[in-house]
């Protein structure tokens, strides 16, 4: 990075500390840095870039949708978010879509349709039950349905009516409901908690304890959503439907986009309760449109799994052969436990090395390469890490 770059730097709020580097192309699976650098990208802006770094259909949506029209404001109908609520409907079981700029701005929608419906419903019930080290963005009421450590002081006050429950552990879920419960509300896999997956007896059983105590049950699929595990969406794996689900990250495929999906039957807001400036945009959609077409292109997703599984063997093989830890989760949102907490120092190493990783612990890394992803850059990426990974687990 630069001199004169570093000192521009100082004009940003630290929000996160961050390497003095600037990226300045992607391309598919790789990015490049002002000094020419290729690095391959297994963070992908977050599990965001499901299609790669700027790929055709991306810079064609934008460039097309932005030369007819890129904001004719909400309160009109425009037809890319037309179509693209409508393809989400075919293609899910929901009924009803809002569109949002963020995945806590779709989770926050979530939350008050659930106390919305409470109130029509449910005798004005509004605890939403969530759980330890879940993750649903930084407002401060998806902060509070949080269960990240320390963040129920860190803006305190909090805002009230997220109980905590223990994933997996269904007594810890059915003690914490009462009169006032009206949903309970997860990622069907942890993902900023190391990519913990909700196991299928669990699912099952809230999907029953929110049947026999006329409970709304959300998912919030912004990181499994829309290919991420295998599946078009991580419920699907689970033989099960809830009755609102958030879509943010992949459904932009890099642009900011989100979606706040909805059963006919829980489906309450009236004009007034929900809107926003940029909801529904067509530039956005437009994107969201041609991102869900390419998912849903004939063989994509089963390719996709593929790899997943290919990078799951490769990361098994790697574990075995340096002794680490498990590797868990589904399609191309994985996690390997590294044994120690060397998490921050691979992530360094993989850097200088040329592969971007993440670590969302200091004990295990998480992998979430472009769902396009090819054999060889598989194979290319799991040697990098085991170069890395050889000299800093011993
Ligand atoms: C990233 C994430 C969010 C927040 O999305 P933003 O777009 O950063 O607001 C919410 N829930 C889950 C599960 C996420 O992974």
């Known amino acids: 990075m630069s001199p004169d770059l570093v000192a521009l730097s100082q004009s940003l709020m630290p929000i996160i500390p961050r390497p003095e580097i600037v990226f300045t192309r992607g391309e598919g699976a790789y990015l490049f840095d002002d000094q020419g650098k290729r690095y391959l990208d297994w963070i992908q802006g977050w599990a965001v870039n499901c299609l790669g770094h700027s790929p055709a259909v991306i810079t064609k949506a934008l460039t097309e949708q932005s030369n007819l029209l890129i904001n004719p404001s909400p309160a009109f109908f425009n037809e890319p978010s037309l179509k693209l609520a409508s393809l989400l409907t075919q293609h899910s079981c929901f009924d009803h879509v809002f569109f949002a700029s963020s995945g806590a701005?779709?989770?926050?929608?979530?939350?008050?349709?659930?106390?919305?419906?409470?109130q029509l419903h449910k005798g004005g019930a509004f605890e939403i039950i969530t759980f330890t080290d879940g993750f649903h963005g930084r407002t401060l009421a998806t902060m509070s349905a949080s269960g990240k450590a320390g963040w129920d002081t860190i803006f305190a006050p909090q805002v009230p009516g997220f109980p905590k429950a223990k994933l997996n552990?269904?007594?810890?879920?059915s003690q914490l409901i009462n009169p006032n419960t009206v949903a309970i509300m997860l990622e069907p896999i942890q993902g900023e908690a190391g990519v913990i997956p909700a196991d299928l007896a669990f699912m099952k059983g809230l999907r029953a304890l929110c049947d026999e105590h006329k409970l709304l049950l959300i998912a919030d699929e912004v990181q499994t959503g829309c290919g991420r595990t295998g599946s078009l969406f991580a419920y699907e794996l689970y033989g099960?439907?809830?009755?609102?689900?958030t879509l943010g990250k992949g459904?932009?495929?890099?642009?900011?986009?989100?979606?706040?999906?909805a059963k006919r039957a829980?489906?309450?807001f009236v004009p007034g309760d929900q809107g926003g400036t940029y909801c529904g945009n067509p530039l956005m959609c437009a994107v969201?449109?041609?991102?869900?077409?390419?998912?849903?292109?004939?063989?994509?997703?089963?390719?996709?799994?593929r790899v997943g599984l290919q990078l799951m063997d490769g990361l098994k093989a790697l574990s075995r052969e340096l002794g680490l830890g498990e590797v868990r989760g589904h399609g191309l949102l994985l996690a390997l436990e590294l044994g120690c907490d060397v998490a921050p120092q691979v992530v360094t190493a993989a850097r200088e090395a040329g592969l971007l990783l993440?670590?969302?612990r200091a004990h295990c890394l998480r992998f979430m390469p472009a769902l396009n992803s090819t054999e060889d850059e598989i194979r290319q990426g799991l040697a990098l890490l085991r170069d890395?990974?050889?000299p800093l687990v011993h």
Not at 105 to 118: F, V
Not at 169 to 173: D, F, Y
Not at 240 to 245: A, G, L, R, S, T
């Open 240 to 245: 099960i439907e809830p009755d609102i689900m």
């Open 358 to 360: 993440n670590a969302p």
């Open 251 to 261: 459904i932009g495929g890099g642009v900011p986009l989100a979606a706040l999906l």
């Open 388 to 390: 890395v990974l050889k």
């Open 169 to 173: 552990n269904l007594a810890s879920v």
């Open 105 to 118: 701005e779709a989770n926050e929608g979530a939350i008050k349709l659930a106390r919305k419906w409470g």
């Open 288 to 305: 969201g449109f041609a991102v869900l077409q390419s998912l849903l292109a004939e063989g994509f997703l089963s390719s996709s799994r």
């Open 266 to 268: 829980c489906s309450c």
